[in-house]
Structure formats: structure tokens, C-alpha cells
């Protein structure tokens, strides 16, 4: 089992540039949860993807968005990015509802895409 | 005021004490707790998941959550350096719903 798998693992962009950020789930696994994680905080939640909706949204602007695609893999896509956007970006997968209501919050955590805004 | 609150240390200790994390929260809708260890620069590893009060135990760690108080507890026995890292507890509630982080304590376990 390859658990959660994201790419790139660093990256480097200027201010206004776009990236898109990449994840695979555990097998098994068909929810898929994003997040942010300044250095030195806590992962902050920016939204999670189920059945290839948005399911749920964090306090995070509309330059952050997302997609998942029927594999369940998904993307994050930042426009317009800030300094202040530089962070490790985190991808969690859990088994959803599926995997029973004691399970279904249980997210198993990527390696993370460290970014980096000049 | 954060829904979760965690010291965030650093906490140094020498090898083989008793290690106690401890988190507060706000929310009473959190029914699910959990405790993840993260070394620098890598994701976060889960390391006990529980629901509502009481205790788990899972080799030298023990998980403690007291709803009633709303405050939880990671316990860490015959610590080792190996457990030097990032500890952050994260809760939820329920229904497949996101986690909500504390800041995480940073923890050293010196030889």
C-alpha cells in the first residue's frame, strides 16, 4: 500500500503566478481533504472532495480551488499567489462515510508539497 | 479564541521519563480526537484515534480525553529519542467531517 502520495515535493513560484498542487489517496480511500501548514502551525483546513464535489469549504478565498477526479485523486489549484502563501501543503485521505461512522474522520496524511512564494 | 489550544513547548526530557501532551478545546461538538506525530519537514503521522471520553492505549502510548472538562492527553511511556518530533492533537465532529489542529508541542527526548 502506497498510502498518500503528492507531487511535486517542493516548488518555487513568484507572486501572481498560479500552481496546481497534486494528490493521490490510500487505496481505498475515496475522500480527499486539503490543507494548509505555515511553518511553526498546525495544519489549517482549506476545503475537502467528495464524489468529485467540494464537500466542504475552510476560511480560505476563492483563489484557492480544487477538483477530484472519478480515481478519487485530486488537485489544488492557488491563483494569484501571495507571500503569504508560502507553506506546506498538505493532502489527507480518509475512508469517508463508507468505512463506517467510527472510521470515516480517520485522515491519513501525504508528505506535503512545500511552496515556496518569492 | 482558537477552538483548540496546545502549548507549543519546546518540551526537552531525558530518555526513559513519562511524556504528557495535553490539548484544550472549545467546541462540545468534537466527539473524535486524535494525536499525530510529525518530524520536521515530513506530513503528519497518526498515531491514536478515539471517540468520545476515556482512555486508548496502543504500546508505550495512552490517549486520555475528558469531555466533561473538554481536555485531552497524550501519554508517551519509557519515551525514547526516536519520539523526538512534533506532536498535534486534531478533533473533529463527526460524520466524515474536517479536523481542527492545535499549534503542536514540539518535543525532545535527549539521551
Known amino acids: 500500500d502506497a498510502g498518500v502520495t503528492q507531487s511535486p515535493t517542493h516548488l518555487i513560484k513568484t507572486r501572481g503566478q498560479q500552481v496546481t498542487l497534486r494528490c493521490s489517496p490510500k487505496?481505498?480511500?475515496?475522500?480527499v481533504s486539503w490543507y494548509q501548514q505555515a511553518l511553526g502551525q498546525g495544519p489549517q483546513f482549506i476545503f475537502q472532495?467528495?464524489?468529485?464535489?467540494?464537500?466542504q469549504r475552510g476560511n480560505f478565498p476563492d483563489r484557492f480551488s480544487g477538483h477530484q477526479f472519478p480515481n478519487y485523486s485530486s488537485e489544488l489549484n492557488v491563483n494569484a499567489l501571495l507571500l503569504g502563501d508560502s507553506a506546506l501543503y498538505l493532502c489527507a485521505s480518509s475512508p469517508g462515510l463508507a468505512g463506517g461512522p467510527y472510521l470515516a474522520d480517520t485522515q491519513y496524511f501525504g508528505p506535503g508539497t512545500r511552496l515556496t512564494v518569492l | 479564541q482558537k477552538e483548540v489550544e496546545q502549548d507549543p513547548g519546546p518540551l526537552s526530557v531525558p530518555e526513559g521519563a513519562i511524556v504528557s501532551l495535553n490539548c484544550t478545546y472549545s467546541?462540545?461538538?468534537?466527539?473524535?480526537f486524535m494525536w499525530y506525530r510529525q518530524y520536521s519537514r515530513k506530513g503528519p503521522e497518526l498515531l491514536m484515534y478515539?471517540?468520545?471520553?476515556g482512555n486508548k492505549e496502543d504500546g508505550r502510548f495512552t490517549a486520555q480525553v475528558d469531555k466533561s472538562s473538554k481536555y485531552i492527553s497524550l501519554f508517551i511511556r519509557d519515551s525514547q529519542p526516536s519520539d523526538s518530533a512534533t506532536y498535534l492533537c486534531a478533533m473533529s465532529a463527526g460524520g466524515g467531517n474536517k479536523l481542527t489542529f492545535g499549534t503542536g508541542t514540539q518535543l525532545k527526548v535527549e539521551l
Open positions: 478515539t471517540y468520545s471520553s
Open positions: 487505496s481505498g480511500h475515496d475522500t
Open positions: 467546541n462540545s461538538a468534537f466527539q473524535y
Open positions: 472532495y467528495y464524489e468529485e464535489e467540494e464537500r
